[in-house]
């Protein structure tokens, strides 16, 4: 069961994260289900009539730019700080005071203005806002500031690094397509 | 409550076997295997850095003899670490989901890039053989630890015999009908909780609300608590209401029909192609599965003991992939599939995920093979019987006493915190039916180390182990591991420890809905446990499972339409020709109609509590009756004089 623990630790810690990135996804809490009847005979009396559809929120498009943005620009520099601790990249010289200053000011005023917005989170913008934070934090960290690169297979970990934003991009772009309407049933 | 069955004991004395080898012989055979493959790799990493062959290839090499051996070899402790680290978790994905490609892959991989991508995987020859001794070097101390923890081990087993010696364990044989029948009324808590149970079961089969949706793998899995609900209701039914079919079985037969369902069992086509590179989709296959087969065919076997044989038809029990492939079973043949399979292991016990053999999975299978037997001997269960008993009592314990909760049928290892106490708990309540000696064994050891009962509450160790809820993956309350508590100390006879347990539960809080009641903060795998253990009795599961109900409560008079929730069924108990029942409306008083089955074709009866004063069968045995339901009201149906 140790193991066990050390599992449900972990699920718990990812879901938790998932949860946070992706608040709409969370499931309703297991628990009772619908009150069952059977008639006498144990046939199922026929269901209530649907009588009306309800329109659900509309997505806080907006809000979940800015929100995919300052987790797109954490992620970033969680990733490039790990990074520059390896042997992978060389750290060069540069203004890199002034550009985590700009960092944490960008990541916080995101994250602030995306949670002030009301309604739930579209996934397909959390992962554009996060998407293009990664590719445009990576360009101008490596070509226009040149504040690092990369020392061992410089051409795979250089289109892994810069590609990976694009990739959101492109799942966002797919997700938008796929879009349905946000119409459903409402029970009496 | 249930009452205590008072049945004479057959005393027993259970010893631990005292030849308990350092390696049992299967378990051995195993790990020299692994490690004859080990040395393999070692040498693949030995043989280059001997020779002097090129950077490249000796950084491959020592890949191969350590996860990120050449990058700790060039001199990158980070990246080192970091595939290291990879591998581990890579096994810990396996452990978790069958995917026995995995670590080999992962391995491989931080072998390979390395070596093909490093500017520089030079490094000295002195770092190189740091690196080719780490795992032979961990290897020898394992094995050492492993002796001296087996000698201490042996000596404790050796003093726990000496006061097992003077123990007389109450092992319950065959139960005679009527005294060891006990049926008792459900009160008005047990019925909250069994309408919670009945509504999640009663939905239509294709719908899963109430229930927690997580992942199909592990314990969260919709499969376990499918299983675990069809056994709260089937129990309920042998302990209150043996003579009510209706609902109930209906209820039990949804739950039967869901796990039928691709999306509950579907994962095994995803395990038997990542962990036994099979594409193979059939869920009852040979080697593996019994994670699905024993639990499920045990919850069909329970059902099929209470209430009729319609899942020994062939085709009974399809699963059904897509139009083109099905794979069409019943329950013989889930059995049947579990006495081949223990036929073919060489540990007797056999695996749940791809090479992983829990012995908790296995106690299900020998329950499916006893449920089975019942209705349709095959005469080898005595056989799967035996040879399980071997299984357990030599590769799959510790000599002093613990359970081996699971061991890697390719590598042959296994982890000591999988021998903990929460383990040998539920252990003790599903080995019961077929090797109630153990159970008896493993309880008092339990109860001798690990369960504190202080003032009529249960005092679980303030371990992460106790405080883990299975079915929904959170740590922090107990609930489960004192569900599971009462369940086993119910099932084994010691009502102060079941009732010191639920006492503890009832302290928590409850939430209540339709008139329906479970335990918050509860997965709905916990909340059906506790229903497992709330229903049942001294020998409750033994008796049902191993022995099966009297034939007076199969073909007697039975309640068959009931309105629900109209109509709680607080007990019904036929003595095979007449029928009790206590009704209770649950929707408020009401006039309702009730149907009766099984009476004698043509027969009249008298009845008292109904509206109607006789009765007479129909040419189908079938009889109905009006009853003015304005509370509790027991209804009479015997035999006219």
Same mark, same amino acid.
């Given at each position: 069961?140790?193991?066990?623990?050390?599992?449900?630790?972990?699920?718990?810690?990812?879901?938790?994260?998932?949860?946070?990135?992706?608040?709409?996804?969370?499931?309703?809490?297991?628990?009772?289900?619908?009150?069952?009847? /059977?008639?006498?005979?144990?046939?199922?009396?026929?269901?209530?009539?649907?009588?009306? /559809?309800?329109?659900?929120?509309?997505?806080?498009?907006?809000?979940?730019?800015?929100?995919?943005?300052?987790?797109?620009?954490?992620?970033?520099?969680?990733?490039?700080?790990?990074?520059?601790?390896?042997?992978?990249?060389?750290?060069?010289?540069?203004?890199?005071?002034?550009?985590?200053?700009?960092?944490?000011?960008?990541?916080?005023?995101?994250?602030?203005?995306?949670?002030?917005?009301?309604?739930?989170?579209? /996934?397909?913008?959390?992962?554009?806002?996060?998407?293009?934070?990664?590719?445009?934090?990576?360009?101008?960290?490596?070509?226009?500031?040149?504040?690092?690169?990369?020392?061992?297979?410089?051409?795979?970990?250089?289109?892994?690094?810069?590609?990976?934003?694009?990739?959101?991009?492109?799942?966002?772009?797919? /997700?938008?397509?796929?879009?349905?309407?946000?119409?459903?049933?409402?029970?009496? | 409550? *249930?009452?205590?069955?008072?049945?004479?004991?057959?005393?027993?004395?259970?010893?631990?076997? *005292?030849? @308990?080898?350092?390696?049992?012989?299967?378990?051995?055979?195993?790990?020299?295997?692994?490690?004859?493959?080990?040395?393999?790799?070692?040498?693949?990493?030995?043989?280059?850095?001997?020779?002097?062959?090129?950077?490249?290839?000796?950084?491959?090499?020592?890949?191969?003899?350590?996860?990120?051996?050449?990058?700790?070899?060039? =001199?990158?402790?980070?990246?080192?670490?970091?595939?290291?680290?990879?591998?581990?978790?890579?096994?810990?994905?396996?452990?978790?989901?069958?995917? $026995?490609?995995?670590?080999?892959?992962?391995?491989?991989? *931080?072998?390979?890039?390395?070596?093909?991508?490093?500017?520089?995987?030079?490094?000295?020859?002195?770092?190189?053989?740091?690196?080719?001794?780490? @795992?032979?070097?961990?290897?020898?101390?394992?094995?050492?630890?492993?002796?001296?923890?087996?000698?201490?081990?042996?000596?404790?087993?050796?003093?726990?015999?000496?006061?097992?010696?003077?123990?007389?364990?109450?092992?319950?044989?065959?139960?005679?009908?009527?005294?060891?029948?006990?049926?008792?009324?459900?009160?008005?808590?047990?019925?909250?909780?069994?309408?919670?149970?009945?509504?999640?079961?009663?939905?239509?089969?294709?719908?899963?609300?109430?229930? *927690?949706? %997580?992942?199909?793998?592990?314990?969260?899995? %919709?499969?376990?608590?499918?299983?675990?609900?069809?056994?709260?209701?089937?129990?309920?039914?042998?302990?209150?209401?043996?003579?009510?079919?209706?609902?109930?079985?209906?209820?039990?037969?949804? $739950?039967?029909?869901?796990?039928?369902?691709?999306?509950?069992?579907?994962?095994?086509?995803?395990?038997?192609?990542?962990?036994?590179?099979?594409?193979?989709?059939?869920?009852?296959?040979?080697?593996?599965?019994?994670?699905?087969?024993?639990?499920?065919?045990?919850?069909?076997?329970?059902?099929?003991?209470?209430?009729?044989?319609?899942?020994?038809?062939?085709?009974?029990?399809?699963?059904?992939?897509?139009?083109?492939?099905?794979?069409?079973?019943?329950?013989?043949?889930?059995?049947?599939?579990?006495?081949?399979?223990?036929?073919?292991?060489?540990?007797?016990?056999?695996?749940?995920?791809?090479?992983?053999?829990?012995?908790?999975?296995?106690?299900?299978?020998?329950?499916?093979?006893?449920?089975?037997?019942?209705?349709?001997?095959?005469?080898?269960?005595?056989? @799967?019987?035996?040879? +399980?008993?071997?299984?357990?009592?030599?590769?799959?314990?510790?000599?002093? =006493?613990?359970?081996?909760?699971?061991?890697?049928?390719? %590598?042959?290892?296994?982890?000591?915190?999988?021998?903990?106490?929460?383990?040998?708990?539920?252990?003790?309540?599903?080995?019961?039916?077929? %090797?109630?000696? +153990?159970?008896?064994? $493993?309880?008092?050891?339990?109860?001798?180390?690990?369960?504190?009962?202080?003032?009529?509450?249960?005092?679980?160790?303030?371990?992460?182990?106790?405080?883990?809820?299975?079915?929904?993956?959170?740590?922090?309350?107990?609930?489960?591991? +004192?569900?599971?508590?009462?369940?086993?100390?119910?099932?084994?006879?010691?009502?102060?420890?079941?009732?010191?347990?639920?006492?503890?539960?009832?302290?928590?809080?409850?939430?209540?809905?339709?008139?329906?009641?479970?335990?918050?903060?509860?997965?709905?795998?916990? &909340?059906?446990?506790? &229903?497992?253990?709330?229903?049942?009795?001294?020998?409750?599961?033994?008796?049902?499972?191993?022995?099966?109900?009297?034939?007076?409560?199969?073909?007697?008079?039975?309640?068959?339409?009931?309105?629900?929730?109209?109509?709680?069924?607080?007990?019904?108990?036929?003595?095979?020709?007449?029928?009790?029942?206590?009704?209770?409306?649950?929707?408020?008083?009401?006039?309702?109609?009730?149907? +009766?089955?099984?009476?004698?074709?043509?027969?009249?009866?008298?009845?008292?509590?109904?509206?109607?004063?006789?009765?007479?069968?129909?040419?189908?045995?079938?009889?109905?009756?009006?009853?003015?339901?304005? =509370?509790?009201?027991?209804?009479?149906?015997?035999?006219?004089?």
């Amino acid at each position: 069961m140790a193991c066990c623990a050390a599992l449900a630790l972990l699920l718990g810690l990812v879901r938790g994260t998932w949860f946070r990135v992706f608040p709409g996804r969370r499931p309703a809490e297991p628990g009772f289900a619908p009150p069952a009847r /059977r008639s006498a005979d144990g046939t199922t009396p026929a269901a209530p009539a649907t009588t009306g /559809r309800r329109r659900t929120a509309r997505p806080a498009i907006a809000g979940s730019l800015l929100l995919g943005t300052a987790y797109g620009a954490a992620a970033y520099a969680l990733a490039i700080a790990v990074l520059r601790a390896t042997p992978v990249v060389r750290t060069l010289d540069g203004p890199w005071a002034a550009r985590d200053v700009a960092l944490v000011v960008l990541a916080v005023a995101a994250l602030v203005a995306g949670l002030s917005r009301r309604g739930p989170a579209s /996934r397909p913008a959390l992962l554009l806002g996060a998407g293009a934070a990664w590719t445009e934090l990576g360009l101008v960290d490596m070509h226009l500031l040149g504040l690092f690169e990369l020392r061992v297979a410089a051409l795979p970990l250089d289109l892994l690094l810069h590609g990976s934003g694009p990739l959101l991009l492109v799942l966002a772009a797919r /997700r938008l397509t796929l879009s349905r309407p946000t119409t459903e049933a409402s029970p009496t | 409550m *249930t009452a205590v069955a008072s049945r004479p004991d057959q005393g027993t004395t259970v010893l631990l076997p *005292t030849d @308990v080898p350092l390696l049992p012989p299967a378990t051995r055979r195993s790990f020299l295997r692994t490690l004859a493959s080990y040395a393999v790799l070692w040498l693949a990493g030995a043989l280059p850095v001997a020779l002097d062959a090129g950077d490249r290839t000796q950084a491959l090499g020592l890949g191969l003899a350590l996860p990120g051996g050449g990058l700790f070899h060039a =001199g990158h402790p980070v990246w080192g670490a970091t595939a290291l680290a990879a591998v581990v978790l890579a096994v810990f994905a396996w452990w978790a989901a069958g995917p $026995t490609v995995l670590p080999p892959v992962v391995w491989l991989l *931080t072998a390979v890039l390395p070596a093909a991508t490093l500017d520089d995987p030079a490094g000295s020859a002195q770092a190189a053989v740091a690196v080719l001794a780490v @795992v032979p070097v961990l290897t020898v101390l394992a094995a050492a630890g492993h002796a001296v923890r087996h000698a201490s081990q042996r000596g404790r087993g050796a003093a726990l015999n000496r006061r097992l010696a003077e123990v007389r364990f109450p092992v319950t044989g065959a139960p005679s009908y009527p005294m060891d029948f006990p049926v008792v009324e459900h009160t008005d808590e047990d019925l909250r909780r069994l309408r919670a149970a009945l509504d999640l079961a009663l939905q239509p089969v294709e719908d899963f609300e109430g229930f *927690t949706h %997580l992942d199909q793998f592990r314990e969260g899995a %919709l499969r376990y608590q499918l299983n675990a609900l069809g056994y709260g209701l089937s129990m309920a039914q042998f302990t209150r209401t043996p003579a009510f079919r209706g609902y109930l079985a209906e209820a039990q037969r949804n $739950t039967i029909d869901k796990v039928l369902q691709r999306r509950v069992w579907g994962y095994w086509a995803l395990e038997n192609a990542w962990g036994n590179l099979r594409r193979d989709k059939d869920p009852v296959p040979m080697g593996g599965n019994v994670m699905l087969t024993g639990f499920y065919g045990l919850q069909v076997g329970m059902y099929s003991l209470l209430n009729d044989e319609r899942y020994f038809r062939p085709g009974s029990l399809t699963f059904r992939w897509d139009e083109d492939e099905a794979w069409p079973y019943d329950l013989p043949a889930l059995a049947g599939n579990v006495r081949a399979n223990v036929r073919e292991s060489r540990f007797g016990l056999y695996p749940c995920e791809p090479n992983w053999i829990y012995t908790i999975c296995n106690t299900f299978g020998l329950n499916t093979v006893l449920a089975s037997e019942q209705l349709a001997a095959s005469g080898e269960a005595g056989d @799967v019987q035996e040879r +399980l008993r071997r299984s357990y009592e030599s590769e799959f314990l510790r000599p002093d =006493g613990r359970i081996v909760g699971v061991r890697s049928s390719h %590598l042959g290892l296994s982890w000591n915190f999988w021998a903990s106490p929460s383990v040998q708990l539920a252990t003790t309540y599903w080995l019961h039916p077929g %090797l109630p000696d +153990l159970a008896h064994r $493993t309880w008092w050891l339990i109860r001798d180390g690990w369960l504190r009962v202080e003032d009529g509450r249960v005092r679980t160790p303030r371990s992460i182990v106790s405080r883990l809820d299975p079915g929904s993956y959170k740590v922090g309350s107990d609930t489960f591991t +004192l569900a599971v508590t009462a369940m086993a100390a119910r099932e084994i006879g010691d009502e102060e420890t079941a009732r010191a347990a639920e006492a503890t539960i009832a302290e928590r809080p409850v939430e209540q809905r339709y008139g329906t009641e479970r335990v918050a903060d509860a997965s709905g795998l916990a &909340n059906s446990y506790l &229903n497992l253990g709330r229903f049942g009795r001294r020998s409750g599961l033994r008796d049902l499972v191993a022995f099966g109900p009297p034939r007076e409560w199969r073909d007697g008079p039975v309640l068959d339409e009931a309105a629900y929730p109209d109509v709680l069924v607080a007990r019904a108990v036929s003595d095979g020709a007449a029928l009790d029942l206590v009704l209770a409306p649950g929707a408020g008083p009401l006039r309702t109609r009730i149907g +009766l089955a099984q009476l004698h074709p043509g027969a009249s009866y008298d009845v008292r509590g109904a509206r109607e004063a006789t009765v007479t069968a129909d040419s189908q045995g079938r009889a109905a009756l009006e009853v003015d339901l304005g =509370g509790r009201t027991e209804v009479r149906i015997s035999p006219a004089a």
